[in-house]
């Protein structure tokens, strides 16, 4: 059981938006710790998608966009292609120790 | 650019000790913290414990009693020892870099590495 609540799944149509919810507490994103999303394609390695709650390294696509708000945080994907889908992963902190969300694998329809 | 390797033996038996060694290559192993990371097959993300390149290290408290996380600053590469390993240790271990605060995100990762736990 995570201490760090996503949706199992999510899914969408090419060209369209979806979004992740990444749900915490008061010990963890409520306690002002950052949020951090990875992207992770079948077989391969996480890759940093946001870090800092809302901030893209270079080479990320525009397209995504993470927020944070309270206890819980978001990842936004709008213009939805194939290639996106993968497993999505919410990470923060809690009593400064690291602690990952469940994940949530996108499904592109 | 910065690339990590993990390796180390992929097959164990119940009650072995894993001990995996990720390579830092391209880049300095200073300033940095290094963390190790697993995924049970079809599973999530487990942090597994961090360490600092000067020796301070942070653990998963559901591991910690298990596990030892070290730096060689002079090979450029950082150790992973868990002890009395069960099937359930059975994952991809993965390697990664945080930036200079220890609230950085992971921004590299080796490929990772397969580790069995059978008997």
């Known amino acids: 059981q995570s201490v760090l609540t996503q949706p199992p799944s999510v899914s969408g149509a090419p060209g369209q938006r979806v979004t992740i919810s990444c749900t915490g507490s008061s010990s963890n994103i409520g306690a002002g710790y950052d949020v951090h999303w990875y992207q992770q394609l079948p077989g391969t390695a996480p890759k940093v998608l946001i870090h800092?709650?809302?901030n893209r390294p270079s080479g990320v696509p525009d397209r995504f966009s993470g927020s944070k708000s309270g206890t819980s945080a978001s990842l936004a994907i709008t213009g939805l292609q194939a290639e996106d889908e993968a497993d999505y992963y919410c990470?923060?902190?809690?009593?400064?120790?690291?602690?990952f969300g469940g994940g949530t694998k996108l499904t592109v329809l | 650019q910065v690339q990590l390797q993990e390796s180390g033996p992929g097959l164990l038996k119940p009650s072995e000790t894993l001990s995996l060694t990720c390579t830092v290559s391209g880049g300095s192993i200073s300033r940095y913290y290094w963390s190790w990371i697993r995924q049970p097959p079809g599973k999530r993300l487990e942090w597994i414990g961090s360490i600092y390149y000067i020796g301070s290290t942070n653990y998963n408290p559901s591991l910690k009693s298990r596990v030892t996380i070290s730096v060689d600053t002079s090979k450029n590469q950082f150790s992973l020892k868990l002890i009395s390993v069960t099937a359930a240790d059975t994952a991809v271990y993965y390697c990664?870099?945080?930036?200079?605060?220890?609230?950085?995100?992971?921004?590299?990762w080796g490929q990772g590495t397969m580790v069995t736990v059978s008997s």
């Open positions: 800092g709650n809302s």
């Open positions: 990470q923060s902190y809690d009593s400064s120790h690291v602690v």
């Open positions: 990664a870099r945080s930036g200079l605060n220890a609230f950085d995100a992971f921004d590299i």
